[in-house]
């Protein structure tokens, strides 16, 4: 009797699981990402202070192409969070000489499905990302697709500005696909 209720405690939370990540984003990060580099999340700790967590996004993703505008919230924000927004993750930063920005939300035809029209973006596309009160104009360079198995390998030059774009992939319900755009001032 109890290795039936263990058996079906397993299930249910593997089931949990599996719903509550769509794909992963809880990652760890691989020589292809971000190496010791420093993160710093702010222009300034005054720009942070000033933030209103709860309800103030911190930037916009805009996509012309797919006629997507949405806002995303700061890391530690409740409201930053896959299920509900565009999902701003923790592995990014912002600086001067390179920077790394991810963002991920789902795909299909749910209320949160931000990046349903991702696969209709061609290389060259341009993408516009604005945080903390500037603008930056990307063009997406590459494409691909990772198996969704509780890592991602972001593949990028790290010498450049990046945007990253991760969603679910359309047609192979195991992968993800990877969007990587870089700033056309680079």
């Not at 209720?5 to 699981?17: D, W």
Request: charged residues 25%.
């Amino acid at each position: 009797m109890l290795s039936k209720i263990i058996k079906t405690l397993l299930c249910i939370t593997a089931m949990l699981y599996s719903l509550f990540f769509c794909f992963s984003l809880y990652h760890k990060v691989t020589d292809y990402q971000i190496n010791n580099q420093k993160i710093s999340y702010y222009n300034t700790q005054e720009d942070h202070n000033n933030l209103d967590l709860n309800n103030e996004y911190i930037g916009y993703l805009e996509i012309p192409k797919i006629a997507l505008k949405r806002g995303f919230y700061d890391i530690k924000s409740p409201l930053n969070d896959v299920n509900k927004n565009i999902y701003y993750l923790k592995e990014s930063y912002l600086n001067d000489h390179n920077s790394m920005i991810i963002l991920a939300a789902h795909r299909g035809n749910s209320s949160v499905s931000f990046f349903d029209k991702l696969d209709r973006l061609d290389i060259g596309a341009k993408i516009t990302l604005s945080i903390y009160n500037e603008t930056y104009s990307y063009r997406l360079s590459d494409i691909y697709d990772e198996l969704k198995d509780g890592d991602v390998n972001i593949y990028h030059n790290k010498s450049r500005h990046a945007l990253i774009l991760i969603t679910c992939n359309k047609y192979k319900k195991k992968y993800q696909t990877i969007y990587v755009s870089y700033r056309e001032d680079d």
